[in-house]
């Protein structure tokens, strides 16, 4: 089985964004691998270490400096990779789900992959939409926010996934398929220093969004990215009567 | 951390307010990590400042092994850069070290220059049941001797080990198979290879069992199987406050002592416990002479109760100091503490403190 997965290199999780000109302001910002991605890619090597799968390899669309988000997928346990090069914007301003999708949908044809695992979201975008169209735009079936993954004795698979409403199992009778990652399903291993090392030495092949002849302009127009309000401060109240007003007369609470 | 022609150096400079987890997470993609473990969550500056250590002391030393230097602001608001990214510094005073464990008396650590180790490769969690406290103590301090290759060493004792059973089974964590209530040896190895892991683990193993009759040694390597066999110890704070039900909170007591007379401070401590008659399990960083009781406290509980809990640990010190051990091996002096000072150092040791 081989197994296509999909890293983003997003802004860190902890990084305090800021807004500039309309849109976020990425100058000098550090950037990560996005963490369910590496969830994604921690999956990927799981099953190839279970045996079920004989392949993982790494997709990631980006700046030069996308490579070094392939090279942590690689230092997991991810046997190669694909970086395709460009210098659009990948947090939405950009380059959007649609495009991504028919990005991963031509690759996926290349590759002839089996099993396409990605995280359920870009926490720069939060979209979680590319899973959901690269699966319609290939026709396979799909299931999202797993949160549990296993592979059955007949060549399918069964999903476990957290709903707001409880947990649901999905079996995908035959693959290939598309499974997107929640947080839930595994704890993403540390790297090794030796498999840092070895990871230098896996291939990583490099392809030109520009040149692959996707339409990659956007398909909705954002219109205005702003901060959230600055919190108000509180204010202090000296009695309870005086907090019951409040309540009732400011914030509207109480009848 | 330092960067050297695509050779990276060990080391990572943080701010003090930055946590241990937060530290690690920082650095996971990069093959190291920060070993010092207190088991809670703790900023680097307040670790420096306690001079902190854990379990993984025994492999990695303390806090204090773990810092190549440090940035300080006294109370006059002089500026100090401590230390060097050098291994070795022969430089002047090792003011490093003075700061290390000063508890906040002598100035503010607004960053530290800390070591960094590369993550294991193999990692393997054992078990060594023992019939006898004490021996299970001797054959740590045996073990030592030998320079055992332990990356964990902790010794609990029955109380303790009925406490986790105890708390496993209300707190409904039916997945954890109840332990035999003896004195527990839990060890942990790190290898680069499956095979000079093995070859540790038969050497651990042969010294335990022949030497000082422990009546089995389990091992595992499964992350999930490790979690599991450890799950004693890392509950071992909240499965000693349910002993006592009701209890919020506890008296932790901390000595160490040279690890000839660990095996004998140990058992002493806890015949205290049960003579006493009040509750409290004991547990130690075994491979470092280092043990704690968790002694649990009631709100409403009796002025005899809280003196007899006095009493436990006065006599536990009093014997550490007695075997040329410490009155604090982790945890600080704070202001409880400073009373055994003059009886640690003499007066000679705290006049130099004061100057």
């Not at chain 2, 207190?38 to 306690?50: E, K, N, S, V």
């Not at chain 2, 409290?280 to 809990?309: I, K, M, Q, T, W």
Request: proline share 4%; glycine share 8%; with cysteine.
């Amino acid at each position: 089985m081989k197994i296509l997965v999909g890293v983003k290199r997003v802004v860190d999780y902890a990084v305090k964004v800021r807004v500039q000109n309309n849109t976020v302001d990425l100058k000098n910002i550090k950037m990560s691998l996005n963490p369910f991605c590496e969830i994604a890619i921690e999956e990927a090597v799981r099953l190839k270490e279970k045996k079920v799968a004989d392949e993982v390899v790494a997709v990631s669309i980006g700046p030069k400096q996308a490579t070094e988000t392939l090279r942590t997928a690689l230092a997991m346990g991810a046997d190669r990779a694909i970086h395709v090069m460009t210098d659009l914007r990948t947090d939405y301003m950009e380059l959007q789900p649609y495009a991504i999708s028919q990005i991963f949908e031509k690759i996926v044809e290349q590759e002839q992959s089996d099993l396409v695992l990605l995280g359920k979201q870009g926490i720069d975008s939060d979209c979680g939409q590319t899973g959901p169209m690269l699966a319609g735009l290939l026709g396979w079936p799909q299931v999202t926010f797993a949160s549990k993954i296993e592979a059955d004795d007949d060549g399918g698979m069964t999903v476990e996934r957290e709903t707001d409403s409880g947990m649901e199992s999905i079996r995908i009778p035959q693959l290939p398929a598309v499974i997107t990652c929640d947080l839930r399903l595994n704890e993403p291993r540390y790297a090794t220093l030796p498999n840092i090392m070895k990871a230098k030495k896996k291939k990583v092949d490099t392809m030109i969004a520009e040149d692959m002849g996707i339409d990659l302009k956007p398909r909705n127009e954002v219109l205005r990215v702003f901060e959230p309000p600055a919190r108000k401060e509180g204010i202090m109240v000296d009695s309870v009567d005086s907090l019951l007003d409040k309540l009732k007369n400011e914030a509207g609470l109480l009848s | 951390y330092k960067r050297n022609d695509g050779i990276l150096d060990p080391m990572a400079k943080v701010g003090s307010g930055v946590t241990k987890n937060r530290l690690n997470d920082e650095v996971r993609h990069s093959g190291m990590q920060f070993v010092v473990d207190p088991g809670a969550d703790a900023t680097i500056g307040g670790m420096t400042a306690c001079g902190a250590s854990g379990t993984s002391a025994v492999k990695y030393g303390s806090m204090r092994n773990n810092i190549l230097g440090l940035e300080c602001v006294l109370p006059d608001g002089t500026f100090v850069k401590c230390g060097t990214a050098a291994l070795k510094n022969s430089a002047g005073y090792d003011l490093t070290s003075l700061i290390t464990g000063s508890e906040g008396t002598l100035g503010v650590i607004t960053s530290v220059l800390v070591k960094l180790h590369p993550i294991p490769e193999h990692i393997v969690s054992a078990l060594c049941v023992f019939d006898d406290l004490f021996k299970a103590a001797e054959a740590v301090a045996m073990l030592k001797l030998r320079d055992s290759p332990l990356a964990r060493c902790e010794l609990l004792d029955k109380t303790s080990i009925s406490a986790f059973n105890r708390y496993s089974k209300t707190s409904g964590n039916s997945s954890h198979e109840k332990m035999e209530e003896k004195p527990t040896l839990f060890l942990e190895f790190h290898g680069y290879s499956k095979k000079s892991i093995e070859d540790n683990i038969e050497f651990v193993k042969k010294i335990c069992v022949e030497d000082y009759d422990a009546l089995n040694f389990t091992f595992t390597s499964g992350e999930e199987e490790r979690k599991s066999l450890w799950a004693a110890r890392h509950n071992l704070y909240y499965a000693s406050i349910s002993l006592r039900k009701g209890a919020t909170g506890a008296i932790v007591t901390d000595a160490c002592v040279p690890l000839s007379s660990f095996a004998r401070l140990m058992t002493k401590t806890a015949e205290d416990i049960r003579n006493l008659d009040v509750v409290g399990p004991c547990f130690g960083h075994a491979g470092d002479g280092n043990f704690h009781c968790v002694l649990p406290v009631l709100e409403d509980d009796s002025e005899d109760y809280l003196g007899r809990l006095q009493q436990v640990n006065d006599n536990l010190i009093r014997r550490a100091l007695e075997a040329g051990g410490t009155c604090s091996g982790e945890h600080g002096i704070g202001y409880g503490k400073i009373k055994y000072l003059s009886h640690q150092y003499g007066s000679g040791g705290l006049h130099m403190m004061k100057l």
